[in-house]
């Protein structure tokens, strides 16, 4: 299995004058390769703790100049909530100081529907280039690397669904561009043409989708694609949903990634699939487990069960994303495990036929896309291998409907923002992985979000979250 350069770790020295001479470089011919394909801005980007996409942008030819020594960004990013408001943090926050962004260059790209316009993911570095604490997408690199230490790799997928509306005043309730039935060819052909421009500016990104399709809400759909190594799957689902956003703007259109459009109804989740292998053996099959999994990969699934209640912290971290994780959505509110089960949170997938050996992972279902998608791998990642360190063993599977079982026989998942963050206060594995300035500057958004939401009404936090993720 290849893994990219992405996922390789960064260093914690300063980068020596030739590293940086030789991001230069690489920029300089990718920058004129851009020009001369019409691009005039590229978008350097990152993920804050709220789970919202930041960015700043440089125009092309200033390209190598933000390779060779980024480009400013403040640190009180890192404690922004949904809303823009700013909270503070022990270690992070406050309006002094700078960082620098640094694209990664691997994955430079024109953006395909937005003409003009290249991205590529930032790393946040501090102004002498020693890695900034609070960067997410270190923290899922250093998870890739702790596993690489103890000889094991991931894959991982993250799935995209979304509500389109169409475009009007943020404040009117959403009206949908398809009537069409759940999973109906009704919504296929109602917005044929956005779609077809969709799949096709996510081939020329060089996405390699698997699937689209209409699903159960009201202008509901969903993007799958391939599993590739862990931050590179983060930043494809980045990438992703730049891209819908910027097609369905293209279309008259608006997109909602937040966990409800409607309180009551189904939720949009950022299901995330995770396999686990050794000298190119995946894990999750071929050995004496339940369903073929190896020792390694049961204990690895049984850590990440284990932490799920305090992985929402980093999985499902807004007030809204209790709205959606409740019982009989499909979005996996029970802490438990099954085959093929969607009211399971952890759901076991023993991969179809046609994918051939290899194709088996699990899926924890209970995250969504108000995720910063580097903090959900990364957490993951480090749940699992402590369930590894500790040889965990999974509980028996629950195969059915656990809402149908007596009440206290399958525990449910925190039912709300507040109890997450207990267990994730009470995380020794979240806050050994994180660091103290990330662990404690994503506390602090999900305390800043609480109380931002206090008094809400359900209708009301659906209200202020729709349009914002
Ligand atoms: N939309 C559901 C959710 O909130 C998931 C539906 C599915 O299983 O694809 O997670
Ligand atoms: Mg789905």
């Known amino acids: 299995m290849s893994t990219t350069v992405t996922e390789q770790q960064v260093p914690d020295r300063p980068p020596t004058a030739d590293a ?66 700013i909270t503070d943090s022990r270690w992070i926050g406050g309006p002094a100081g700078d960082l620098r962004l640094i694209p990664d260059l691997d994955r430079l790209v024109r953006l395909a529907g937005q003409p003009g316009w290249a991205w590529a993911p930032a790393d ?30 991931l894959k991982a997928g993250i799935e995209v669904e979304f509500v389109l509306a169409l475009a009007g005043p943020p404040a ?56 590739e190594g862990p931050v590179g799957a983060a930043d494809t689902t980045v990438l992703v949903r730049q891209t819908i956003r910027a097609v369905a703007a293209r279309n008259g259109l608006r997109v909602s990634f937040a966990p409800v459009v409607e309180p009551g109804g189904v939720g949009n989740g950022g299901h995330l699939h995770l396999s686990l292998w050794r000298d190119e053996q995946n894990l999750g099959q071929g050995g004496p487990g339940p369903y073929g999994l190896t020792a390694e990969g049961e204990s ?23 709205l959606r994780l409740v019982p009989q959505r499909w979005a996996g509110a029970y802490q438990c495990w099954g085959l093929e089960n969607r009211e399971a949170a952890l759901r076991l997938i023993p991969g179809p036929p046609d994918e051939g050996p290899g194709a088996a992972n699990a899926e924890v279902k209970c995250f969504d896309a108000t995720a910063n998608p580097y903090l959900a791998v990364g957490g993951a990642i480090a749940a699992g291998l402590a ?31 507040a109890e997450a963050l207990s267990a994730y206060e009470t995380s020794g594995v979240l806050r050994e992985a994180l660091g103290e300035p990330l662990y404690e500057a994503v506390r602090a958004v999900r305390q800043g979000e609480l109380t931002l939401f206090a008094d809400r009404s359900a209708q009301e936090i659906a209200e202020a979250t729709r349009w914002r993720y």
């Open 387 to 417: 369930g590894l360190d500790a040889r965990r063993a999974l509980p028996p599977e629950v195969p059915g409907e656990p809402s149908a079982l007596p009440e206290g026989a399958v525990p449910r998942l925190p039912a709300g923002l």
């Open 124 to 153: 946040r570095f501090a102004q002498d280039g020693t890695p900034h604490p609070g960067c997410q997408r270190r923290f899922a690199r250093r998870m890739v690397a702790a596993a690489r230490q103890r000889g094991l790799e």
């Open 172 to 227: 009117e309730p959403p009206a949908y561009p398809t009537s069409g039935p759940a999973y109906g060819m009704h919504r296929l052909t109602d917005l044929s043409d956005c779609l077809r421009e969709l799949l096709r500016a996510l081939d020329e990104q060089g996405l390699a989708v698997l699937q689209l399709h209409p699903e159960y809400a009201p202008g509901q759909f969903e993007v799958s694609v391939a599993a």
């Open 20 to 85: 940086r001479a030789e991001r230069a470089a690489r920029a300089r011919v990718a920058a004129a390769r851009l020009s001369a394909e019409g691009v005039d801005g590229v978008v350097l980007g990152w993920v804050d703790n709220a789970g919202l996409s930041r960015v700043k942008t440089v125009p092309v030819r200033r390209l190598e100049q933000a390779a060779a020594w980024g480009v400013g960004a403040a640190p009180c990013f890192d404690v922004f909530l949904v809303d823009d408001s």
């Open 300 to 322: 690895f699934l049984a850590g990440v069960l284990a932490e799920l209640p305090a992985l929402l912290a980093l999985g499902a971290p807004s007030v809204a994303s209790y």
